[in-house]
């Protein structure tokens, strides 16, 4: 069996002729396989749709109940057959329900790492490398200069600038699944127990986060109620990124514009954003933990997705992997 | 050194004053001797350690990694220093790299040799973070430009020791980085520091602006009137050999005038104006600007512009301290001390006769030199306080020139303005009475409201006769045409300008919608306020 039989892409996404599935595709197709519930990999109007229980429930609260014409959840390292191709799911720790899906078939082994991360996340079941003959990877933050500080750390940075700044509000622009939560998580395990306001496209995902067992501890709409701004001096404001640069945003004194995200690893991407506080937090593998978990899989060939291909591509032939980019069109991640 | 790096990273991305104050504050006060003292020296510029060239840091980074990797990872990043400290490659596991003090770093840096420099700098990498990593190399290769001030630093001082920020100044000359005597009086611990450099800045004395009603009240016989000179205000300080020439900022600013430091063979502290030229012959605007902005001077420029004082105020001679005697008295004391001063390089600054504010205004608006920009005005017995106190000294220049000028050019301009026509080019008449064309004078890009500016933007986009590139050629001729008033500061003789003439700081006043394009100014109107 030859990789390109068993998975190879298409218009409408990445295709397994044997299972006649496509996984997280970009268009409408009769059966799709979703990794995780960010808008480019999770879209509406598929007709049967397989995820893991966690990503169908986010898929519902996000695009309403019937987003797709039938559902089926899948369990984590349970096996099941698709028609000719062995299909199972695998945690990939990126948000709440994402995973890995590995495809099989007469011993030829593909694992499709949807996004992930190699960091430890409450927010979500862990990453677990699985052994393969190719290994596709994303590479959102594949370049050497991408590498990750300690989430710990950044979260001890905010709090640092919240002492610093009692007078103003912190407003941490978050991607509203996954980032959001997991920064009211780090902020909780880092002992910060006042209420945090969030912006209200945070909520119905908070309030499922919540109910699958992930505790954010108090938190409250970021709407006036007094008619005071002096309401949030010294507060931190949980909001989506985009809210940030909307009026909504002026009802705040004078605050201090926060980002967590890996691209505030760069410098220029903080200046052009007007951001005063960069939080480098990212749901994705840094440069290390990329080519680290490419090494684990044990995979003797990588495709590489979703992001900066090249410099992948260039190290794994320099470590003696074969490797090629899968351009796929479509994917720009939302959850970064 | 992460706090450093933190602290450095924070002050680059807050915009604020506030903000950069408070964050400075922080630092020093949550940081130990000697880190925030060096840590200060560095924001300053005043931290001596040795360079880096850039091509030993590529050096040292691509024997480390894949050049092509390095290629793809600096394309992307697009700053040397940013790039190698991110892409450095980390030996040691996060947890056993211990993150060693701003001071530990320094002191290895001093002891590095020129053989074994990139051996110990890579070592240093080594040991760092990404961000410490970063700093290093900023610090390393003078790239360390974040926004922060000496005065801003100095006034980060005060504000951890409840002190005025003048008070940090007059000490700052004399000391040394880590500054340990200062901190400790800052914090309560010790003494306040003697002044004992010799030579040391005083913080000078400035005036505020004449406002519409400030002379009405003002009795013209308690103040004295003096020439308000466009040169640099200097501060020439020799006491004990030690010569200083400082801005009226307190930078040294000796090394561009070494002809005036050799002509200061005295014990005295001397406030004035630097000029070019000599007393008797006081040089032009750009003659002066020939000596402008250089860390360094020639023979050859030295002779050709040399440099002199215009003594202003006397505040210091041999041990006394004069700021706490009437400007009468100190400029009694300066008329004595100018007789043993060399004329050629010092003369003093003639006091104004006036006998009313009319009679002021009259002198004010025809000064007898193109270098003058205005009068001083001195109350007889106002004490030398530094800063800007209201009251005591004004300043009351003279008023702009102004002249009615032709739009001819306009240009798309950057950031909130790049949807808008908003940087004019102007022209007056020349040439053949009968039939003249318009030279282009200058260029102004502000002056006008917001409204006027959607205005002229129309007027613009209605009236293009050319366009190339981001430039729109504007219908201007003797029937239609629009007239703007510029107003500026001066001319200088330019060769660089087909009219001859370039202008001091020029903006629009006013838009004349109003006046035929014909009675707009022509050129000899300029050229009559050229320096003779
Ligand atoms: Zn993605
Ligand atoms: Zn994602």
Known sequence: MRARDLLHTRPEGLYCPPGDFFIDPVKPVERALITHGHADHARPGNGKVLATAETLDIMGIRYGEGFAGSMQAATLAEPMQIGDARVTFHPAGHVLGSAQIAVEKDGMRIVASGDYKRRADLTCTAFKPIACDVFIT?????????????????????????????????????????????????????????????????AKLCDYYVAQGVDLGPLAPATIETG??????????????????????????DPVACFASGWMRIRQRARQRGVELPLILSDHSDWDELTATITETGASEVWVTHGREEALVRWCALNGITAQPLHLIGYEDEGD | MRRFAELLDRLVLTPARNGKLTLLVDYLATTPDPDRG??????????????????????LVTERMDPVLFGYSYDYVGDLAETISLVWPETSHEEERHDPRLSEVVATLQRAGRSDGPRIFADLLDRLDIPARFALIKLTTGGLRIGVSARLAKQALADLGGKEANEIEELWHGLKPPYLPLFAWLEGRAEKPASAALAMFRPVMLAHPVEDRDLETADPADYAAEWKWDGIRVQATGEGGVRRLYSRTGDDVAPAFPDLLEAMDFEAAIDGELLVGSPSATGSFSDLQQRLNRKSVSTKLATRFPAFMRCYDLLQVGGEDLRPLPFAERRARLEALMASLDPERFDLSPLVPFGSWEDLNARRMSPPHPVIEGVMLKRHDSPYIPGRPKGPWFKWKRDPFTVDAVLMYAQRGHGKRSSFYSDYTFGVWAGDEAAPELVPVGKAYFGFTDEELRQIDKYVRDNTIERFG????????????????????????????????????????RLRWDKPPAEADRLETLQALLPG
């Open chain 2, 470 to 509: 981001p430039v729109r050629s504007v219908r201007a001729d003797m029937k239609s045409g629009l007239v703007l008033e510029i107003a500026f500061e001066g001319l200088n003789r330019s060769t660089r300008h087909r009219s001859g003439v370039a202008m001091r700081f020029p903006r629009i006043s």
């Open chain 2, 38 to 59: 060096l840590a200060l020296a560095a924001l300053a510029g005043d931290l001596d350690i040795p360079s880096v060239k850039p091509a030993m840091l590529r050096t």
């Open chain 1, 138 to 202: 994303e590479a959102t933050f594949g370049l050497p200069v991408f590498r990750h500080p300690d989430p710990v750390d950044e979260i001890a940075r905010l709090l640092d600038s919240v002492r610093q700044f009692p007078e103003r509000a912190h407003l941490v622009g978050a991607y509203a699944l996954g980032k959001a939560q997991r920064v009211i998580r780090l902020l909780r395990d880092a002992g910060y127990g006042e209420t945090i306001y969030i912006h209200g496209a945070l």
């Open chain 1, 228 to 253: 005071t701004k002096d309401q949030f001096a010294g507060a931190i404001v949980v909001g989506t990124p985009s809210a940030f640069a909307d009026r909504w945003a002026r009802r705040f004194p």
